[in-house]
């Protein structure tokens, strides 16, 4: 059985900040990550971030990944298994790992939960037929493996995500049909909605997909346009040819870990769905299990890397180290959070955190 | 309405125009940021001071048209891909209006393309004069582009070449 003072499950930017927040402190760090390569999400993503200098706006999110990396790397601290999925958290404190088609065991003081989040499906005729794509999957397929998805493309979803996997198409030379939202307005950031719609891509509220078809894979969409209680519109119909349907319309928190472990979950819509109800500086009902970025609720990679940063900070100061600097380190950490989330666009992640904090409300 | 479209309209753009004599002194920026977001990179790009310090992370970049030089730097910065130069001092007829561009293929100088508005709609063929690498790290090209006068404030963007994988 491996011994580790930190367990960090996921090497997504909220696990390697926490696992090189916890190496600083003099904590050992192993980091467990599923796929061959850490980096989570930012190894897709080829635009430049926003947020300020501290989470390296400006950066492409693939550039702010390897520097991560970069840093758990040179840490004598850290260890990163990769090809590695956790599998189980147990009531004694041993986690079940599966490495490279063996099954390990792993005995660690302090536990941190980063495994992000996973794509939500919609329903519509004919969703099953080949060329129906979640956005993270066409991200995966181009810019991983470089392969184009089709020759055009309809775009279900105009939060950040569908916005920015559409302007990704564009970039590998695939057209975008349209952009279709149900709800009335975009919910992305609107100058990557302008920077789309300048070079001829119509995003359309209040529209929704009624069906696709096709013989052996996607030949085409009918969309049409909503009322103001969501309601088809009949005689909007428009029928669009396209090979690919592109599906953004949100993620849940992968939390089976949790669940698994007992932490007390909640359902927060604002979050994205059932999250661990946790404290200020992450650890949730399960004494030494911490939890850090999407998981913890759906948000952005800035606010994933801070989380991942308090959290480490948090796992290795329970530990004992840094008795000087952390209780510093958390305050800056949580400040950084509060800036992040206090615009109109962290309105919602203020709200659900607020839900989620509430003891007083009835737990499921 | 930009939040159902993505096109700003005309109100939104004239918030962020400097004035038509500002515009024909030389080259300034023109900052189409008009959502509150957790974004800062731009007031960190200018060297001159032009772009206000933002207070909260969350404030509308507040740029100076007196001090900004169109030094473009802020340009190549933004995440958001949302400030553009104009130059009206260009000649009597015309304006240089620099753009942003991120895609394949860069077009060239001397190349003619197809100018777009905010909405994508084709607004005629202009000639680029110059195109920037925004270098290694950064990636962001910024194409000059010569366009009449009166379409300064129009043209931003250009219709995709739409280099095409082979099936
Ligand atoms: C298209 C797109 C564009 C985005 N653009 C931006 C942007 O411009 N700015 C911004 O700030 N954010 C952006 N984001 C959001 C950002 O990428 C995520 O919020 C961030 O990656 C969350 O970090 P994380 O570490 O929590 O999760 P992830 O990045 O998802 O990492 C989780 C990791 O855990 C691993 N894992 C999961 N389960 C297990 C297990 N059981 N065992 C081992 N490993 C496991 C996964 O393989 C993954 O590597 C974007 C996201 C997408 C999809
Ligand atoms: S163009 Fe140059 S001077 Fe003007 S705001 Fe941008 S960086 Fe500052
Ligand atoms: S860098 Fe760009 S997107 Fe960010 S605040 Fe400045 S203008 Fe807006």
New binding site residues.
Partial sequence: MKEIEVLI????????SAASAAANLGASVLV????EL?????V??T?????SKK?YAGDR?FQIGNLLIEQCKTSAKVEVWTN????GIYEDGVVT?ESQDEHVKIKPKKIIV????SEKMIVFPNNDLPGIYG??AV?TLMNVHGIVPGQRVLMIGAG??GL??SY?LMQAGVEIAAIIEAAPAIGGYLVHASKIRRAGVPILTSHTITEAYGQESVEGAVICKLDENWQPIQGTEQDLKVDVICL?VG?SP?T??CFQADCRMKYVPELSGHVPIRDEYLETTRPGLYV????SG???????MV??RLAGISAAYSLGYGLEAAPKLQEEALAELNELRSGPAGHKTMKGIMKLMDKGEVVC | MLNKTGIPTAEDVKKVSPSPDRLKKGPVAIIECFQEIPCNPCTEACKQGAIQPMEDINNLPKLDFEICNGCGVCLSRC?GLAIFIVDGSYSDREAVVRIPYEYLPVPKVGDKVTGLNRSGEELGVFEIIKVQSGGQKNKTYTLWLVVPQDLAMDVRSIRLGGLRHAI
Avoid: C, M, W, Y
């Fill in positions: 499950i996921g090497g997504g930017p909220a696990g390697l467990l990550e599923r796929d850490p980096g989570g999400q930012l897709k993503q635009h430049k971030f926003f947020g989470q999110g590695t999925t956790a599998l790992a980063a495994t992000g989040a956005a993270g991200q950040n995500i920015i996997v990704q953004a993620l992968l089976e870990l850090a970025g999407d998981v759906v948000e952005e990679a800035s606010s994933a989380e991942g | 995440p």
